[in-house]
Every structure is written in structure tokens, then in C-alpha cells.
């Protein structure tokens, strides 16, 4: 009753009114509220004021609540002007009190104005957010009820409601600002340290709900993109949510679980892990597609409404604005669910992505050497490049799967319940066309996965050819390895085009379907009789169609992505289940106070446990703290087995193995990281200074540090491209010293320096700064034997003898063949050999006192200059900056795709066969529209003529699709002709600069977008713009005004288009140059984990790799956001002109436009949205396509070697005849304004004659063969063999003369033939004898495949010694009549060496042979010696005539002779 006597109390206002219904007492009751608020408003401010308590809550007054309160204060104003107009001008009226209420409502928007601007604690700002959003919704909540009744509105009334809009905005914005402020304050406690980061972190983490729905966090990006061109600092950070550590911590944790629980590891633990993880948030994007499929299946009901409210004689606009208002609804649930479901699946399927790479990097620092045997460094770094990648993409396609089949059967209950049982013919079509997609998937997916296995052949050959290019050049193989690559593109390209020319096929199906089943279902409504065919029948079925043709075509497309899915899972799978290196192989035990180092008891290891025979037997090792032993015996003895069996890296079969303390470890193949000097010597400790000069200086690489124009800063080129042998294994040396471990494990760390510098390391790094250290040294070099505390001999994997050099001397046998080898090498060295030992002894003496005098006159020394490294360039670092476009290039790629492919014709024609195609389907159901409309017209001609239309227009949509496949094949091979042919002639210098994952990049995705992705992206641009203009076209003629509208919506579509094409662009280029680090870094660190594991900087290297994870995911992610947040805007503005085009028919007066024609004009423009989008996207698309277009064109003019055959200057076949070679005044350098590296040197080498080039490390010695070679042209001067000045000659005919066995061994993935003779040349028996020659028949012989026995990659599965036996092997079969050895016999043994020379002799006797040495026994008995310093000879002459003077290359002996004659040769003697 009280409510009531209150009700009645409010009626006076509204002169005796009491309904609930009354639009009086509705105000009055909202007028009411208001007062209420504002009462509560003042009286906190006054209660704030009074305690003087402000809290931290953020109050940035921000343009909209600025804009919000001066439209409030307007309204204000006029409220008030109103209610003092009427109380002056209407002053008998006052008993309504009208003006009173003006005056409170006037009074009230003065409040909201100043609740706008007024500052405000954290409770004041929840009440007035509760308040705005009260009075937003209450008062247009009135307002709409208002119009709707009365069909009439006051002023007063409709100038509120945006300002209305603008407080609910602002309450939202004052929550979320709340609610960020919240997570702050419970931030602050933490640790300051990534304080620096979160101020560039992405704003996605405190933006506010509006902000996340509209994606307006990603702006400050789009507007810093817009002014400048974006570099890689511009990119804000991740979220933490999404980087790599927390996503793989996340998998790790539930992964674990799962192994532990699944001991028989059944099933895709892989894919139980993922599900695990990621379903809760994979819940949110299902509703986001569920609510999206359910807004794309109502839109043909809504045409069904709209064309029979147009049908309908009486003008009902109530009904036709509601129509609208439900179009307004459901475009913007369409719109916003789906570019949240598409955003929120691909930031999902990132952190999928994130999580595997970091699993199989982490995966592969813990694989055993099994394990890494059947992955190989390319495989895995396919696992992350591919099948992780794959990830990414994957929950969009899931989702994609399920929704869109929903969408297809919400679509067919549509059909039947506008068209009831005429609708069932029409599945039997549907059904067809369906069940004609899945052999055709089916042929698709054989292509696609064919065309995956030649690609990844090709790209693994590549691979190899990339890092092997040094010897193919320098044996001219290049013809026969471009062969090689072309014929598995070949294969890839037959996969290709099939595919290609068959979507062709594809498309015909795609859109003949809707005409096909519309004209069946339309036959069955006339045959049945189930629904009039008129215009609301005709145009739903053919918009509820177009909503069935993105599932007909998408779903094949999508079960073939998830069959890819599903392989990628089980390949992840099987690298995580596989064998890890076992912890416990190894006991590690903290040094303390133990006196032992090393313990190893009855240990048997083996490489392949299924083999009968272990690699390493009845091992017993005991090595004291402090200890220096040496491990020596033949190649292939199990030396480098013996360190892995410590390190753990080789399989224990029993026995126990115990390490005292840390290790260093110095591998026989130097790893080199890529990166500076200082980085590789620090390997991630921090730099004491003191500690690294004398790292530096132990290791002799000062010298080399202060000739590099960078210093220790210089980079060095991916796998040490850019150091000599010497350098790299001096560097890892270096970084072993400065790691200060216990135990340093050095595997044949002299073979790649020359004799002095193998003596200083061996002197002042091993024996002095290691003296405190353990040491287990591999060596071949006998000399330093009698130094060491304790000598093990292997022989077949067993220690035959062990003990000090005393000891294992008067032993005899296998020792002692290595001492006798060692012995008949330096006897040579004896210059007065037939002089007495009276005259060897002085003459030794006396080179041993210049030797050891501390200020000794070498040459070396007094010579001023630092030496010059053979690629250290002046103010350029040897690895650059990878080159990338900036800003916009406009049409220059596009152009350069048709000039390059000559593809102008085919585009024209597909253009040509698009708009027929439009013209046709445009034509088709305009007749319908015109059709229906005349009753004279049958049924029959009226699906007869439409069907007739349609499928001709199916004709040219084949033409449209097989131009635009031919175009794109013809533009691959053009391209993959001219980047292979560019690679193979582009010089040496070219492959030292540039890491091979800059150029792998380019051979796989950069190519790969070139297949696939342009061609269909440049014909579906044009095809859709095509459409979009006759959509328009359509819309103009029904109702003229939309133009006005379309074109304003076209010209802020451009303009928007620009605006994130800016941002776009430079996100996709950058992020071509953020995979290949990720890349690059997992095989660099295959390749190195053995070194890692035993630094212990497994930890380092997993965080290194996370950081370049989180870079990579950084521009996949920010892509995601500005695509979609240029699709919602694209869709609004298009939307809006929908929307206009339906409110301007609904305006239209009844009868003026036929209902066929509002039927033809909305089915098309509901499509317009799609098509803007699809316009949109394909051209963005095609704009950062077209970036790979510019990459592989950067790579397709690198300036060429010289041609490899001249066809006038050819020498003849029998040419050289005789072998002289002839240097005058040779200079050369390896770049324009470089310092010269050779400085003008003239001699001659005689026909027949053994040439030794000895020198210190980096004197020029590698640079001169490089320049009989020509891998560099001289910069002046001549080189002549046999009086034909090579320069003159083509590459081929030189290359093919000369022999050369290469620094570092080089072999090939294959077999043993193949890599002995990979042009084919030789017969089976010509083989066997090189291998009987080079002492590998005896090997190979007991190989089950003989000749046929495979190689793996880079050769690991054979000895670096017995690689470097290969290379000799090619060698013999060549026979040519110049042969260069380039520290050929680096990685032998000394007696291996002995045969080896002996071979050599006796082989080339009649051959003029060049030998570059670090030995000087290699040396010694050369026919001349050539010694260079500093890129000048200093001397040239016979050996014995040096010996005689006080020459450069006598001290060079007396260096060597010193450090042998000291240690070893007393004991020779004694032992004699």
C-alpha cells in the first residue's frame, strides 16, 4: 500500500497518471534514480574531501570523457534554457511543474558533466561507472520504447542517445582501468628487475575490455608503423603469459606426468600433452566460432524476412527497423566472435608452437648418441622449422573443421524450413559434390605430401651443398651438384604443377555446386509444391547456398591440414620418446679433496649396443689430480672415444666411470659458435680481464686479435667460415683455458697449426697455464710425448700399454712403431745427414740456441706488421646485416614477378576469364529477380535459363584458375632457375659472408610463398575486386543512394588499408629475418652438443634459445593482431553501408522496387562484407607475399665468379704438359679496398718438382692456393701454368687440372662410391686400388655393402682421419699433373703420414706437387720450400741450401727440431 500512496504522490507530475505503462511515470521514475545518485554522488565527494584521502587510482582524463562532458554540460544547458523559457514565457502552466523538472534534469547532466572530469577515489569511481551505465541503459531503453509505440520521438529524446553510448563507454573504460590498476598494485612487491622489459611489453596485458574487443591495444604499434619504418626494438614484448618459457614449462610439467603414468608409451603423448594444456582456453574460441556459425546461418533468414516484408502491400516500418536492428545485431556477433576466434586460436596455436620448439631443442641438448644418429641436424631442424610451425596454425583448422560442418548442417535445416520436403533433392547434389571433394583431397594431399618429401630431399642436398661449396668449387663439381638439385626440383615441381593444375579442377566444383543444387532444389519446390517460387524462396535458398559454399570447399581443405597435424605429432612424438644420454653413465663428484681426477674401472663402451664387439674394452683408467696423459695410436684406434666414454657421451655397456670436478672440453672438428671472437673465448661467463688476456696469449691468439681491424670484436661467419683451420682450434682452445674446469679433455687440438705454434700451445697453454689442470691430450704428434706424466697406447679399442715415455719404450711393439715412424720423419730433418753426427749434433745445437734465445732474430719477429688474417677486412664485419627492403616499394616486386616470370599474357587472361565469370553469375540471378516477376514465364524456362547461365560461367572460372596456376609455375621455375643458377656462380667471398640459414631461407619458405602463395593470391585480388565492383554495381541500380555511401566506405577502406599495410609490411620482413636465427641456432647447436654438454652450458644455450623463440612468436603474434584488427574495422565500415542499403529499402515506398530486385540487391549485399574482407586480406596477403619475391631476387644478381668455360681461350686436353707454374708479381686481396694478403710474389715452381709452402698461421699460404684456384682473382699480377696465364681460362678447364686434398675434410651424404667419384667416371676396380692406396680397403672391405656402404652427413660416421683418407682417394683417381695437399695429413698419425707421403711420392712422381704443412717432416724432403710471412716470401730454395744459411725456414726447423730433439730424441737413443 506504501508503494502505491508513493506511485499516486508521484501522479501530480504527471497530471493524475498512475499506469506502470505511462511514459511519464517511466521518466519519472528514471529522474528519480537519478537524484538518488546524485545525491550519493555529492556526499561522497563532500566525505572524501573532509578525510583528504585520495587513493592511486589512475585518473587520466582521457579525449572521450573530456568530449563525453562537454556534450553533457550542452544538454545541461539546454535543459536549463527550456525550463526558464517555459517559467517566463508560460508562467500559467507552472502547476505541471514541467519547468522544475527541466531544471533537475539539467541539473543532473551538470552532475554527469563534472562526474566526468572530477577526481576521484577508488570508490567514488565504481559508484558513478554504476550510475553512467544505469542512466545509459534506463534512458534508451525509454527512448526505444518511445519510438516504437508512438513512431515519434522529441528532440530532447534523440540528442541524449550518443551522448548516452559515450558514458557506457566510458564506465567500461573505468572498470578495466580498475581492474589493471588492481594487477599492478599486486605487481609491485615483485623483484624489479624486469622492470625495463614491462615497459615495452605488448599493451594487450593492460588493456581494457573495450580495448581487447575492438583491438585497439594494437594502435600505438600502428601509429609508430605509420611514421616510420619498424625495426625490431620497435616491437613490444609478449605478454608473460605467452612467451616460450612458461608455455614449454607448462607442457614439460604435464608431459612428464604423462610418461610417467604411460610406461609402454602408447598412443601420441605428444597430443595428450597439448589437449592437456591448452582445452580450457580452447573452450572461450569454441563459443567465439559456435556464436559466429550461428550469426552466418540467421543471415538468410533475414533475407527470407526482409524480401517478405517487402512483398507485404500495408507499410508496417515498426517490423521493417526491427528487421534492421536484427541485421545490426548479427553482423556485429558475426564480425567480433569471428576475428576474436580467429585471433585467440592463432595466439593459442603460438603458444603450442612455442612450447614444441622449445621441447625438441631441449630434446636435443639430452639425446644420446643413438638418438642423435637417427635424428640428424637437418631433421631437426625440420621437427621445429615444419612440424612445430605447423602448430600455429593448428587450433584455427580445428576449429575451422567443426564449425563450419555445423555451419553446413544449420544450413540445410534452413533450406528445409524455408523450402520444406522441395529442399531434399538438392542434398543429393550437395551430397555429390561433396563425396567428389574427398578423392580429390585425397589427390591433393598425395601431391601435397610428395611434394614434401622431394622438398625435403632438396633442401637436405642444398643443405650440404651450402656448407660443402669450398671443395665443390675447388673441384669444379658445381655442374654436376646444380644436376643434383635441379633434378630434385624437378621431381618437387611435377608434385607442384599436379597440384596446381588440378585446384583448377577444384574450383570448377566449388562454384558450380550452388548452381547446380539451386537449380535442383528449385525444381523440386515447383515439382513438390513444398514453397512458392517467388522472390523470398528464390533469393534465401541461393544466400543459405552461399553460407554452404565456404564449408564444401574449406572442409576437405582442412581434414588434409589435420592429417599433416597429425603426422607433425607423430614425429614430435617419436624425437621426445627417444633415447636421452643416461646421467648415470658417468658419476660426476665435486673435486674437494680428492687426488684423483679421472677413475675408470673394467669400462666397456659401445656406439651400437646390438654390435658383438664394444668400441672401447676392458678400459681401466686412474688419472691423479694434476696429471698430464697423452692418448696416441692409429686413426680409427677409439682415442676420441676414450674422451667421450668420460664425457658420457658414449654408451657404458659396464663398468664404472667417476669424474672428479668440471671439464673442458676441446673437440678434434673445431665448433666454432657464430658471433665474435670475445663470445666464443667467454662461451657466457662473465669477462675478468686479466684471466682472458692470458687465455688469449696461452692459446697465441694475440697476433691474429691485433691484425683483425675489429679485434676480438670480429665476427666470425657461420661455422668459422671466415678463420683458418688454425684460428677456429686455437679459439676453442682459448675458451677451454678461460672456462677454468679441472679436467681438460683436448682431442688432437695441434693437428690444424704448424709446428711452432703446436709447439708454443703445446708449451705455454698445456704445461703452463694448465700446469695445476688435468689433462687427457689426443695428439699425433710424438714429440710432446716424453713431457707427460703418462702415455696410453690404443690399438682396435683396447689400451695396449700404458705408462710414461721411459716405460712404453722399453716395452716395444705398437709404441714403438709410432716413436720409429715419428724418427724416420725427423731424420729427414737432418741437413748434414751424410756429414757425421759431429756435424748434425753442432749445427742442431746451434739452431737450438737461435731457437730458444728470447730474443731470437726470426724474421717473424722483427718484422713490424701484424699478420693479416686471411678475410679480416678493414671497417667491414665479414658476416653483415641481412639485407631487407624498407618502406614501401610499390609495384616494383609485382612487376619484377611478371617481367621475371614473363607472366603479363597469362594475367591478362585470367583477368579477362574473371569478369566473363562475374558478368555470367550476375546475369544468372538478375534474370531470376527479372524473371519472377512476369507470371507468363514458366518454371521450366526459368530454371532452364538461369541453370544455362550459371554453368556456362563455370567454364570461364576453370580458365580464371588454370592462367592463374600456369602463371605461377612458369614464375617458380623462372625464379628457382635464376636464384640456383646465381648461387652456384657466385664467388667464394659470397659463401663466407652469408650464413647458410639466410640462404636455406630462401630456398625453402621464401620459395615456397612463390609456389603456392602468389599466384592464387594475385588472381583471387583481382578476382574478388572484380566481384566487389559488381556487388557494388548490383546494390547502385535497386537503390542508387548506397553509392554515395560506397564510395565514402571505399575510400576509408583504402585509406585504413594503407594504414596497416605500413605496419604489415616491416612486421613480415622483419620476421624474415627472426625464423632463420631460430634455425641457424638449433643446428649450430646440434652440431656443438657434445662440446655444451661437457661445458655444462646446456642451461645457457636453452635460454638463448627461448629469447629467439619469443622474438620469432613476437612478429607472428603482433601479425595476427593488426590483420585482425583491419578485418573489424573493414567489416564495420562495409557493414555500415549494408546497413544502409537495408534501412533505404525499408524507407523505399511500397511498390517501387520489385521484391525480385530487393531479393537480388540484399543476397548480393550481404556478400559484400566477405568479399571487402576477402579483397582486403588477399591484397595485405599479396603485399607481404611479394616481400619473398624481393628476397629471392636479392640472391638472383650476386655478382658472378668468372665464366667456367671460355670457349676462344680453352686449353688444350693434354694441357698442363708439363706442370711449371709460374707466380709474377702476384698481389691479391679479397675485397675492393682491402689490405693485400699476398704482396707481390714472383717465383717459379719446375715441372715435376715437390713444392713445401710452410709459414706461420695466417702468413698467406691458404690465400695462395685459393688464387691457383682462383676461388679470389689476383688483384694484380699473373699466375702461368705452362706458359697459359690461368686467369685467362674458363674456371672448368682449370679446375679439372689440378688436385687438390682440402684443409678440412669434406664427404658427402651417399655411399662410399659416390663420394670417391661423384661425377661417375671411374670403374669399380679403379676405385678398390685408390682404396688400397690410401689405406682404406682393408676398412671398407669388411663393410657388409662394400663400395656402397653409406656415408652420413658431413661424413660424422667415419674417423676425421679417415675422411682426410677419402679426399687422397679422389685424388688418386684423378691423376693430374698438379697436386695440392693443404695440411692434407692434419688429422693422421705420423706413421699414417709416412705411408700417406710415401704414396704420394711414388703415385705423382712425374707431378708437380704443392704441399702446405704444418708438419715439417711433410715439408722436409721437398724438392723446394717456399716460406711466407705476412703475404711476402721471404725465401724460396732448395731445403738443404735454406738449412745451410741462417734462413727463416732453418729456424722454422730449429722450432720443430727443438721441441722434438729436446724431449725425445735423447731417449731415441737410449732406447737405441
Known amino acids: 500500500m506504501a508503494f502505491w500512496s508513493s506511485l499516486e504522490g508521484l501522479s501530480w507530475i504527471c497530471e493524475g497518471e498512475v499506469e506502470f505503462g505511462s511514459f511519464c511515470i517511466q521518466r519519472t521514475i528514471i529522474d528519480f534514480i537519478n537524484v538518488v545518485f546524485l545525491c550519493v554522488f555529492y556526499l561522497s565527494l563532500l566525505v572524501s574531501s573532509i578525510r583528504k584521502h585520495h587513493s592511486s587510482v589512475s585518473n587520466r582524463r582521457d579525449r572521450v570523457s573530456v568530449v563525453a562532458s562537454i556534450c553533457c554540460a550542452l544538454v545541461s544547458i539546454a535543459y536549463f534554457s527550456n525550463g526558464l523559457w517555459n517559467f517566463v514565457a508560460k508562467s500559467e502552466g507552472f502547476n505541471n511543474l514541467s519547468c522544475l523538472v527541466q531544471i533537475v534534469r539539467g541539473f543532473i547532466w551538470t552532475t554527469l558533466a563534472i562526474s566526468l572530469l572530477v577526481k576521484r577515489s577508488k570508490w567514488i569511481i565504481i559508484l558513478i561507472s554504476l550510475w553512467w551505465i544505469s542512466f545509459s541503459l534506463l ?252 602448430m600455429g596454425e593448428f587450433p584455427w583448422w580445428f576449429h575451422s573443421t567443426w564449425s563450419l560442418s555445423l555451419q553446413l548442417f544449420l544450413s540445410i535445416a534452413v533450406l528445409f524450413g524455408v523450402v520444406g520436403l522441395g529442399a531434399l533433392p538438392g542434398l543429393v547434389p550437395l551430397f555429390i559434390c561433396g563425396l567428389l571433394n574427398v578423392p580429390f583431397a585425397k589427390i591433393l594431399q598425395k601431391c601435397q605430401s610428395e611434394f614434401m618429401v622431394a622438398q625435403d630431399e632438396r633442401l637436405r642436398a642444398t643443405s650440404e651443398i651450402l656448407n660443402s661449396m669450398k671443395i665443390i668449387k675447388l673441384q669444379s663439381w658445381e655442374e654436376k651438384f646444380k644436376n643434383l638439385i635441379e633434378s630434385r626440383r624437378d621431381r618437387e615441381f611435377k608434385w607442384l604443377s599436379e597440384s596446381q593444375l588440378r585446384k583448377a579442377y577444384g574450383t570448377v566444383v566449388y562454384w558450380m555446386s550452388p548452381t547446380l543444387i539451386s537449380s535442383v532444389i528449385f525444381l523440386g519446390c515447383a515439382l513438390i509444391g513444398s514453397a512458392p517460387l517467388n522472390a523470398s524462396t528464390i533469393f534465401t535458398v541461393l544466400a543459405s547456398l552461399r553460407s554452404m559454399g565456404e564449408p564444401v570447399r574449406m572442409i576437405p581443405e582442412a581434414l588434409s591440414v589435420m592429417i599433416q597435424v597429425k603426422v607433425s605429432f607423430d614425429r614430435i612424438n617419436a624425437v621426445l620418446l627417444d633415447d636421452e644420454l643416461k646421467n648415470d653413465d658417468v658419476k660426476r663428484i665435486s673435486l674437494q679433496n680428492s687426488d684423483r681426477s679421472v677413475n675408470i674401472q673394467e669400462g666397456n663402451f659401445s656406439w651400437d649396443p646390438e654390435l658383438p664387439i664394444p668400441t672401447l674394452r676392458h678400459v681401466n683408467l686412474e688419472v691423479k689430480w694434476g696429471q698430464k696423459i697423452a692418448v696416441c695410436g692409429s686413426v680409427g684406434a677409439g682415442k676420441s672415444s676414450l674422451l667421450f666414454a668420460i664425457l658420457g657421451e658414449i654408451p657404458k655397456t659396464s663398468g664404472s666411470v667417476d669424474v672428479y670436478g668440471s671439464i673442458a672440453y676441446v673437440s678434434q672438428t673445431s665448433w666454432i659458435q657464430s658471433g665474435s671472437i670475445r663470445d666464443n673465448v667467454l662461451y657466457g661467463k662473465p669477462m675478468d680481464k686479466e684471466r682472458y688476456d692470458k687465455a688469449i696469449k696461452a692459446c697465441a691468439l694475440d697476433k691474429d686479435i691485433n691484425s ?28 677451454a683455458v678461460y672456462n677454468d674446469a679441472d679436467i681438460y679433455l683436448l682431442d688432437d687440438p695441434f693437428s690444424a697449426v704448424d709446428a711452432h705454434t703446436a709447439a708454443t700451445l703445446f708449451n705455454d697453454c698445456v704445461m703452463a697455464a694448465l700446469e695445476r689442470k688435468t689433462v687427457i691430450l689426443v695428439t699425433h704428434q710424438v714429440e710432446f710425448l716424453p713431457a707427460v706424466d703418462k702415455i696410453l697406447v690404443l690399438d682396435g679399442g683396447q689400451v695396449i700399454q700404458s705408462g710414461s715415455y721411459q716405460e712404453l719404450l722399453k716395452a716395444g711393439t705398437a709404441f714403438e712403431e709410432l716413436v720409429n715412424a715419428h724418427r724416420d720423419a725427423i731424420t729427414v730433418l737432418d741437413p748434414a745427414n751424410n756429414e757425421g753426427q759431429e756435424g748434425t749434433a753442432k749445427i742442431d745445437k746451434d739452431q737450438m740456441v737461435t731457437a730458444e734465445e728470447p730474443n731470437g732474430t726470426s724474421v717473424v719477429k722483427e718484422n713490424s706488421q701484424g699478420e693479416i688474417s686471411a678475410k679480416g677486412l678493414p671497417g667491414v664485419q665479414l658476416t653483415e646485416e641481412e639485407e631487407k627492403e624498407i618502406g614501401d616499394v610499390g609495384w616494383k616486386p609485382f612487376l619484377d614477378y611478371l617481367l621475371i616470370s ?534 724460396y730454395d732448395e731445403p738443404s741450401k735454406l738449412m745451410e744459411t741462417n734462413s727463416s725456414f732453418s729456424k722454422l726447423v730449429a722450432e720443430y727440431w727443438s721441441s722434438c730433439r729436446k724431449n725425445s730424441y735423447q731417449n731415441l737413443n737410449s732406447y737405441q
Not at 675489429?710 to 686455437?730: A, C, F, P, V, W
Not at 542508387?1040 to 594503407?1058: F, P, S, T
Request: proline letters at 4%; hydrophobic letters at 45%.
Open 139 to 390: 534512458v534508451s531503453a525509454l527512448n526505444i520504447e518511445i519510438l516504437s509505440r508512438t513512431k515519434s520521438i522529441q528532440i530532447f529524446d534523440v540528442v541524449p542517445l550518443p551522448i548516452n553510448l559515450l558514458l557506457l563507454f566510458c564506465a567500461f573504460s573505468n572498470f578495466s582501468n580498475f581492474a589493471s590498476q588492481l594487477t599492478e598494485d599486486k605487481s609491485l612487491s615483485e623483484p624489479l628487475l624486469g622492470e625495463k622489459a614491462e615497459k615495452n611489453q605488448t599493451a594487450l596485458g593492460r588493456a581494457g575490455f573495450l580495448s581487447k574487443l575492438t583491438f585497439s591495444w594494437i594502435n600505438p604499434l600502428l601509429s609508430l608503423g605509420y611514421s616510420k619504418p619498424l625495426v625490431l626494438e620497435d616491437i613490444p614484448s609478449l605478454v608473460p603469459e605467452d612467451e616460450a618459457n612458461l608455455a614449454y614449462q607448462k607442457f614439460a610439467n604435464v608431459w612428464d606426468s604423462l610418461v610417467r603414468e604411460n610406461s609402454n608409451k602408447s598412443g601420441n603423448l605428444v597430443f595428450q600433452a597439448i589437449t592437456k594444456v591448452y582445452w580450457k582456453e580452447n573452450i572461450v574460441i569454441a563459443i567465439c566460432a559456435l556464436l559466429r556459425t550461428i550469426a552466418v546461418v540467421v543471415l538468410p533468414l533475414l533475407l527470407y524476412a526482409f524480401v517478405n516484408y517487402s512483398n507485404r502491400s500495408e507499410e508496417n516500418l515498426h517490423e521493417g527497423l526491427s528487421i534492421v536492428g536484427c541485421l545490426v545485431i548479427t553482423k556485429a556477433v558475426e564480425s567480433l566472435s569471428q576475428r576474436h576466434c580467429y585471433f585467440d586460436s592463432r595466439r593459442s596455436g603460438m603458444r603450442m608452437r612455442s612450447a614444441l620448439m622449445v621441447a625438441v631443442y631441449h630434446k636435443q641438448l639430452k639425446l644420446s648418441s643413438f638418438g642423435r644418429r637417427r635424428h640428424s641436424t637437418g631433421e631437426i631442424v625440420n621437427y621445429i622449422a615444419v612440424d612445430a610451425y605447423r
Open 708 to 735: 683483425f681491424d675489429h679485434g676480438d670484436l670480429t665476427e666470425i661467419g657461420q661455422r668459422g667460415l671466415n678463420m683458418s683451420g688454425g684460428q677456429k682450434q686455437r679459439i676453442q682452445l682459448a675458451r
Open 902 to 1435: 614473363k607472366g603479363s599474357l597469362l594475367l591478362g587472361l585470367g583477368l579477362l576469364a574473371q569478369a566473363g565469370f562475374v558478368a555470367l553469375q550476375a546475369g544468372s540471378t538478375y534474370w531470376l529477380a527479372y524473371a519472377i516477376q512476369f507470371p507468363k514465364i514458366n518454371n521450366g524456362i526459368l530454371i532452364g535459363v538461369y541453370s544455362g547461365i550459371a554453368t556456362t560461367s563455370a567454364v570461364f572460372v576453370y580458365f580464371r584458375s588454370f592462367y592463374a596456376a600456369l602463371l605461377g609455375l612458369k614464375a617458380s621455375k623462372a625464379f628457382f632457375s635464376g636464384f640456383t643458377n646465381s648461387i652456384f656462380k657466385a664467388p667464394m667471398l659470397f659463401f663466407d659472408s652469408t650464413p647458410v640459414g639466410r640462404i636455406l631461407t630462401r630456398a625453402s619458405s621464401d620459395l615456397s610463398v612463390l609456389d603456392f602463395d602468389i599466384p592464387f593470391a594475385i588472381i583471387f585480388v583481382a578476382a574478388a575486386g572484380v566481384e566487389l565492383i559488381a556487388i557494388i554495381g548490383i546494390m547502385t541500380f535497386v537503390t542508387w543512394q548506397v553509392l554515395i555511401v560506397a564510395i565514402l566506405a571505399m575510400v576509408a577502406v583504402k585509406y585504413i588499408q594503407d594504414y596497416y599495410i605500413a605496419t604489415a609490411r616491416e612486421l613480415i620482413r622483419i620476421n624474415g629475418t627472426t625464423k632463420a636465427p631460430v634455425m641457424n641456432y638449433t643446428a649450430e647447436t646440434s652440431l656443438g652438443v657434445i662440446t655444451i654438454r661437457a661445458f655444462n652450458m646446456v642451461d645457457r644455450f636453452f635460454q638463448n634459445y627461448l629469447k629467439l623463440v619469443d622474438t620469432d612468436a613476437i612478429l607472428f603474434f603482433h601479425s595476427n593482431a593488426v590483420m585482425e584488427w583491419l578485418v573489424l574495422r573493414i567489416e564495420a565500415i562495409q557493414n555500415f553501408t549494408l546497413f544502409t542499403a537495408a534501412f533505404l529499402l525499408v524507407l523505399i515506398p511500397k511498390g517501387y522496387v520489385a521484391p525480385g530486385l530487393v531479393g537480388l540487391s540484399l543476397s548480393y549485399a550481404f556478400s559484400l562484407t566477405g568479399t571487402q574482407v576477402f579483397v582486403s586480406r588477399w591484397y595485405c596477403y599479396l603485399a607481404n607475399y611479394i616481400i619473398s619475391v624481393e628476397r629471392i631476387k636479392q640472391f638472383m644478381h650476386i655478382p658472378p665468379e668468372p665464366p667456367a668455360i671460355v670457349e676462344d681461350k680453352r686449353p688444350p686436353s693434354s694441357w698442363p704438359f708439363k706442370g711449371r707454374i709460374e707466380l709474377q708479381e702476384l698481389q691479391i686481396r679479397y675485397r675492393p679496398n682491402a689490405p693485400l694478403v699476398l704482396k707481390g710474389i714472383t717465383c717459379t715452381f719446375s715441372e715435376g718438382t715437390r713444392v713445401g709452402v710452410v709459414g706461420r698461421t695466417g702468413s698467406g699460404k691458404t690465400t695462395l692456393i685459393s688464387a691457383l684456384f682462383r676461388l679470389v682473382e689476383p688483384a694484380s699480377g699473373t699466375i702461368l701454368i705452362d706458359g697459359l696465364d690461368i686467369c685467362s681460362m674458363g674456371l672448368k678447364d682449370l679446375r679439372m687440372k689440378l688436385s687438390i686434398i682440402p684443409q678440412e675434410p669434406t664427404l658427402f651424404r651417399g655411399s662410399v662410391r659416390t663420394n670417391l667419384d661423384p661425377l661417375g667416371l671411374y670403374s669399380d676396380d679403379e676405385i678398390w686400388k685408390a682404396l688400397e692406396k690410401c689405406q682404406l680397403k682393408v676398412t671398407i672391405s669388411s663393410l657388409p655393402n662394400k663400395l656402397d656402404s653409406s656415408v652420413s652427413d658431413e661424413g660424422e660416421n667415419w674417423s676425421a682421419g679417415q675422411r682426410q683418407l677419402f679426399c687422397l682417394g679422389r685424388v688418386l683417381l684423378k691423376r693430374n699433373r698438379i697436386l695440392v695437399l693443404d695440411e692434407a695429413t692434419a688429422s693422421i698419425d705420423s706413421a699414417t703420414d709416412a705411408i700417406l707421403q710415401r704414396i704420394i711420392r711414388q703415385e705423382f712422381a712425374g707431378c708437380t706437387v704443392i704441399t702446405v704443412a704444418h708438419r715439417v717432416p711433410t715439408v722436409i724432403d721437398s724438392d723446394m720450400v717456399m716460406v711466407l710471412s705476412f703475404g711476402k716470401l721471404l725465401e
